[in-house]
């Protein structure tokens, strides 16, 4: 069974700190990885997509991807409060569904 | 990024009745759509693939003849909640993927409440 790991916090931060976070994934056959945020009572919302091994920046936001560790990491520079929610990592194998990680819930304090 | 709608985004019916909830990928075309449901403080749960033109298909332990879904054309999908009852209350949002690299864009939701 594909399985998706993640700490489900919660992950405390002050504001303006990098947070770090983390998820591993059990299929070595995934080929793409996501990170959704998702505030409470409000759908996921899609932040970041990574297909290959590295870094891959996008404004406050960096994924990184290591698939010989199956490993997936969003960093976030420079928190802020409003980036308080919980953060989904997804990954798929070609043509599948997504397989969900049950979610890092986020709280930047100020 | 690509853009989902969700139609109702809140619905209360009374038990007994049935509801239908629209979405749609209003920029691209979607062959295939997904429905979740989300209680309080839990992660999403897949109910069912959509696929359009063919039958959905549901994960285990979700009711096919409870939870109907219709994938008409590229762009819409619906699920209907028949006799709904109180424990059917619930998120209930859906996705949709663009056919390549794979992405998955979700709508805003629809909260039903079964009275």
């Known amino acids: 069974q594909k399985e998706v790991e993640q700490n489900s916090g919660p992950l405390s931060v002050p504001e303006g700190a990098i947070a770090s976070l983390n998820c591993t994934y059990s299929?070595?056959?995934?080929?793409?990885f996501f990170w959704y945020r998702q505030y409470s009572g409000k759908s996921p919302e899609l932040i970041m997509s990574i297909y290959s091994n590295g870094d891959k920046e996008d404004g406050r936001f960096t994924a990184q991807l290591n698939k010989a560790s199956q490993y997936v990491s969003l960093l976030i520079r420079d928190s802020q409060p409003s980036d308080s929610a919980t953060y989904l990592c997804a990954v798929n194998e070609a043509g599948n569904m997504l397989t969900f990680g049950g979610g890092t819930r986020l709280m930047v304090k100020p | 990024g690509a853009v989902v709608s969700q139609h109702p985004s809140w619905v209360i019916c009374k038990s007994g009745t049935s509801v239908k909830i629209e979405c749609r990928s209003l920029?691209?075309?979607?062959?295939?759509m997904f429905w979740y449901r989300q209680f309080p403080k839990q992660s999403l749960m897949l109910m069912a693939t959509?696929?359009?033109?063919?039958?959905?298909?549901?994960e285990q332990g979700v009711e096919k003849d409870k939870f109907l879904i219709n994938h008409a054309s590229l762009t819409l999908s619906t699920l209907t909640v028949t006799s709904a009852h109180p424990e059917d209350s619930s998120f209930y949002i859906c996705s949709a993927r663009v056919i390549w690299p794979y992405e998955q864009y979700f709508g805003p939701g629809t909260r039903l409440t079964v009275t």
């Open positions: 920029d691209f075309q979607a062959t295939t």
């Open positions: 299929d070595r056959g995934s080929q793409s």
């Open positions: 959509s696929n359009e033109g063919s039958k959905a298909t549901y």
